[in-house]
């Protein structure tokens, strides 16, 4: 005898219940397998770093195995499967396998490279940076790329069970940089507090601050000076 329109209508009822929950279970588990991929990445160099992910300033962790100068060093990234790994020591081939980071919204005194002389402070600014980072876990927030390929992030770091400080902001702090004032600056809405900061080390003569008249010139001037 065939079937009532009332219980073909209670089947067509249960088949769409039924297919509305496979479709929510996948797409929980797509959810969750992407999570589990980004949670699972890990970033070789900073060609690996989506623009996606700068627009979104998604963190990332990573150890300090190299500072080039004082404002800018190489993060090795160490996604959460890989916090208690082992971190490669430095050595050849840090391009391959590192992200070169520039410090956002600071421009420290310019070593020496390509023929053209320090500046003075530069070796300063360099030792002052590896001490606060280097070997250490840092935090890396992806503002922007430079045209150099280099990601612009602020890195933050903890000494001890000390509060969280911002290598830029002790750079600044230490008298050894300058806000960046050039293309593509970014502050992070700090502007305002990190002028303050400068301001300070301005008047307490500390790191350039305190050079002698005639021999302070700006990572800025020094760059258009030399190119």
């Known amino acids: 005898m065939p079937g009532s329109d009332k219980d073909t209508a209670?089947?067509?009822?249960?088949?769409?219940?039924?297919?509305?929950?496979?479709?929510l279970y996948l797409g929980i588990g797509s959810s969750l397998a992407f999570g589990l991929y980004w949670m699972l990445k890990r970033y070789q160099t900073s060609a690996d770093i989506s623009e996606r992910t700068?627009?979104?300033?998604?963190?990332?962790?990573?150890?300090?195995?190299?500072?080039?100068?004082g404002d800018t060093l190489r993060v090795y990234h160490t996604p959460f499967w890989s916090w208690f790994g082992t971190v490669p020591e430095k050595k050849r081939g840090l391009t391959k396998y590192t992200i070169s980071v520039r410090l956002s919204c600071v421009d420290a005194p310019e070593v020496a490279h390509f023929g053209k002389p320090a500046q003075p402070l530069s070796a300063e600014a360099k030792d002052f940076l590896a001490k606060q980072v280097l070997g250490k876990r840092v935090c890396v927030k992806p503002l922007a790329k430079d045209q150099y390929g280099r990601l612009v992030a602020s890195v933050t770091y903890r000494r001890l069970l000390g509060p969280r400080k911002d290598a830029a902001h002790e750079m600044l702090r230490a008298g050894l940089a300058t806000i960046y004032r050039g293309g593509n600056a970014q502050y992070d809405g700090q502007l305002s507090k990190l002028e303050k900061i400068e301001a300070a080390a301005k008047k307490s003569k500390k790191g350039i601050w305190g050079l002698k008249k005639g021999q302070y010139e700006s990572p800025a001037e020094y760059k258009r000076r030399n190119k």
Do not use: C, E, P, R
């Not at 067509?12 to 039924?18: A, D, F, I, S, T």
């Not at 700068?54 to 100068?69: A, C, E, N, P």
């Open 54 to 69: 700068i627009k979104s300033q998604k963190l990332f962790h990573g150890y300090v195995i190299d500072v080039s100068d």
């Open 10 to 23: 209670l089947s067509y009822h249960h088949q769409l219940l039924l297919y509305g929950k496979t479709a």
